[in-house]
């Protein structure tokens, strides 16, 4: 089973336990120090003055050290964030921009995917997420350096409208698509795709 956490936007603060009033659930007893830099000064919290970026590495650091079997890091759009994951010691990554649902303007999962495959698809696995509906978008994601793709809404949607069966039907279906577009490239299997198997914009 691989463990893995969502790569999201703002500063991550831990407070210790301590007892919230049932009255008022802000104003409590804590010492001034607090892990991860927030302080306390008997009226408000007050977060540490660390940007979004340190703030999220130093809690995967932290969950790293506490979880030593596979760890996945999803949402990755971008190389400098990749190397930052990989530094920190994740296992593997999933390019993925949480299907457009954070912001309508996010860049496709697709064209982030090759730059990060180049960058640390060596040094960990780096799997695909989002726009996957058809056997030959797997094609794709594979010969542009993904190790394997996430499928959410073809599955959910499937068991929506028929169950078990309805996801068993929409994997066959996607699996005979991907044979036959693999058969298409002239690749013998899925490990000799490369993106000389694609065409660019450029024709």
Aim: net charge negative; hydrophobic share 45%.
């Amino acid at each position: 089973m691989i463990k893995y956490v969502e790569l999201f936007e703002g500063a991550v603060g831990v407070i210790r336990d301590q007892p919230y009033p049932a009255d008022n659930p802000w104003t409590i007893e804590a010492p001034a120090e607090v892990d991860h830099g927030w302080t306390y000064d008997g009226a408000t919290w007050s977060p540490p003055a660390v940007t979004p970026e340190a703030a999220r590495a130093e809690a995967l650091a932290a969950m790293r050290e506490q979880w030593d079997g596979p760890f996945m890091l999803k949402g990755v759009t971008r190389i400098d964030d990749a190397k930052r994951a990989v530094d920190i010691g994740v296992s593997a990554i999933s390019v993925s921009n949480h299907g457009g649902n954070n912001l309508d303007g996010t860049p496709a999962t697709i064209r982030a995917l090759p730059a990060i495959a180049g960058a640390v698809g060596d040094q960990v696995e780096v799997l695909l997420d989002g726009g996957v509906r058809r056997g030959s978008d797997v094609v794709k994601a594979l010969a542009l350096g993904a190790r394997a793709c996430l499928v959410g809404r073809a599955w959910a949607w499937s068991v929506a409208a028929g169950g078990r069966q309805g996801v068993i039907d929409v994997l066959t279906t996607m699996r005979g698509e991907l044979k036959v577009a693999l058969s298409l490239t002239g690749a013998g299997d899925v490990h000799a795709l490369d993106p000389s198997a694609l065409l660019d914009g450029d024709g």
